[in-house]
């Protein structure tokens, strides 16, 4: 498997709606989700999303933050866990095409609006079918694209 057919199944995944439950660590250790839409998937296999400044979670995120993504799709009977590490980012260009592509994106004021991109280490995903667990293991590396794969699991 080369890393383009790994970035290609993740997008795979992750359901039309997009929907993700995003859980971070809050300062008292406890564990809080919320509902983001992703925006994208890059080339490079992350994960983004807009979110607003504001939001007392996005204002404690550090640099290199570990997170996690849920997605479901009742559909197919999937579920899929992205674990990756967060950075909030200002990319103007980037947010107007999320923009045009018609999203209101949360209702966001542009003054507060930023990106949060996810770099993922692993994603994790089940099918009701077949009732077994695959991997991607999608390690640090991938933002340098270096890949080899490794017994039924990519390394990026």
Same mark, same amino acid.
């Given at each position: 498997m080369t890393t383009a057919e790994d970035i290609l199944t993740l997008r795979s995944l992750v359901p039309d709606h997009g929907i993700a439950m995003? $859980?971070? $660590?809050a300062p008292s250790a406890e564990l809080h989700s #919320?509902? &983001?839409k992703t925006q994208e998937i890059d080339d490079r296999g992350r &994960?983004?999303?807009v979110v607003s400044k504001t939001a007392d979670w996005v204002a404690g995120l550090g640099p290199d933050e570990s997170v996690n993504l849920g997605y479901t799709d009742d559909d197919d009977r999937t579920w899929v866990s992205v674990a990756g590490s967060v950075r909030i980012v =200002?990319?103007?260009a980037r947010l107007a095409r999320y923009r045009v592509a018609g999203d209101d994106l949360q209702r966001i004021d542009d003054?507060?609006? #930023?990106l949060m991109v996810v770099a993922p280490s $692993?994603? =994790?995903f089940w099918d009701a079918p077949s009732g077994r667990l695959e991997a991607l293991a999608l390690k640090a590396s991938s933002i340098v694209g270096r890949a #080899?794969? $490794?017994s039924g699991s990519l390394e990026i």
């Open positions: 995003c $859980t971070t $660590t #919320r509902p &983001l &994960l983004w999303f =200002e990319d103007a003054v507060d609006a #930023r $692993t994603v =994790e #080899r794969a $490794t």
